[in-house]
T-cell receptor
Framework: EPEVTQTPSHQVTQMGQEVILRCVPISNHLYFYWYRQILGQKVEFLVS????????KSEIFDDQFSVERPDGSNFTLKIRSTKLEDSAMYFC????????????FGDGTRLSIL | GENVEQHPSTLSVQEGDSAVIKCTYSDSASNYFPWYKQELGKRPQLIID?????GEKKDQRIAVTLNKTAKHFSLHITETQPEDSAVYFC??????????FGGGTRVLVKP
């Protein structure tokens, strides 16, 4: 069964540094998402991406965040200047086109900001 | 914006018994309600979903019910087995594709 893959599984970064989290969505999926989960809290939506542009973003997704689909397979989340409060598990997800289609999640990247 | 509340936060059941997890949502425009199971260190895995034009959906030992009037939906697991032990998340979706998640329920099935 095809899966969403994420790399790295764990990223440790100094505060203020830039970090890029990578995702390979399922190949025939056209919608891509990033969610995050701070330890002990709910899974929170960050951004959705379709047709090479952001289709929706939350208030968490401020100017420090950006997403990109640099080629036909990767989907990345960049945090420009990390803060301690960015420490969380970041999940990538993807879905096929269409209304109310299931979103399939990757294993996540645990981001630790020191 | 949408808010989803999930109860209980932890649930311990004896193997073979049923488990019920309940969620309420706030946005009456919500029309899609998936449930995810997350085992320790693994990805959230979709186990069942229901759309707003349906009141109940069943898949083997798992069923989900939806009450749009009351704005709540529930997950029912019958004949629980130790491998059902995990954290379960409900979610809802209104306009767009953003999922709003509940806080999760840690289910422990005791053999």
């Amino acid at each position: 069964e095809p899966e969403v893959t994420q790399t790295p599984s764990h990223q440790v970064t100094q505060m203020g540094q830039e970090v890029i989290l990578r995702c390979v969505p399922i190949s025939n999926h056209l919608y891509f998402y990033w969610y995050r989960q701070i330890l002990g809290q709910k899974v929170e939506f960050l951004v959705s991406f379709y047709n090479n542009e952001i289709s929706e973003k939350s208030e968490i997704f401020d100017d420090q965040f950006s997403v990109e689909r640099p080629d036909g397979s990767n989907f990345t989340l960049k945090i420009r200047s990390t803060k301690l409060e960015d420490s969380a598990m970041y999940f990538c997800a993807s879905s096929v086109e269409g209304l109310n289609q299931p979103q399939h999640f990757g294993d996540g990247t645990r981001l630790s900001i020191l | 914006g949408e808010n989803v509340e999930q109860h209980p936060s932890t649930l311990s059941v004896q193997e073979g018994d049923s488990a019920v997890i309940k969620c309420t949502y706030s946005d009456s425009a919500s029309n899609y309600f998936p449930w995810y199971k997350q085992e320790l260190g693994k990805r959230p895995q979709l186990i069942i979903d229901i759309r707003s034009n349906v009141g109940e959906k069943k898949d083997q030992r798992i069923a989900v019910t939806l009450n749009k009037t009351a704005k709540h939906f529930s997950l029912h697991i019958t004949e629980t087995q130790p491998e059902d032990s995990a954290v379960y998340f409900c979610a809802s979706k209104a306009a767009g594709n953003k999922l709003t998640f509940g806080g999760g329920t840690r289910v422990l099935v005791k053999p």
